[in-house]
């Protein structure tokens, strides 16, 4: 059960941050959910966060900080800049 709510959660995570970036065209379901998960792990290296201590309140936000970086630099690499 818990591996469903992390992809509930990841999916979440990355339409949101598909949406501050301005890539929610580009992107599909899958492509939500793997960017929020991954969003989660650069967190969770960045500010230190042990992500498996369940789904918080700072925990989505620190997934959606990830996100939302992770989007920045794949935007840098295939634009050379930031929107």
Do not use: K, P
């Not at 959910?33 to 989660?40: F, L, N, Q, R, S």
């Not at 969770?44 to 918080?56: A, E, K, P, R, Y």
């Amino acid at each position: 059960m818990g591996i469903i709510i992390w992809l509930v959660v990841g999916g979440i995570c990355g339409w949101l941050a598909s949406l501050i970036m301005r890539t929610d065209a580009q992107q599909g379901i899958i492509l939500n959910v793997v960017v929020g998960i991954v969003g989660a792990v650069i967190a969770g290296f960045l500010f230190g966060q042990n992500m498996n201590q369940g789904i918080t309140v700072e925990s989505f936000l620190y997934a959606l900080l990830g996100a939302v970086i992770l989007l920045a630099i794949v935007n840098l690499i295939r634009r050379g800049t930031v929107r």
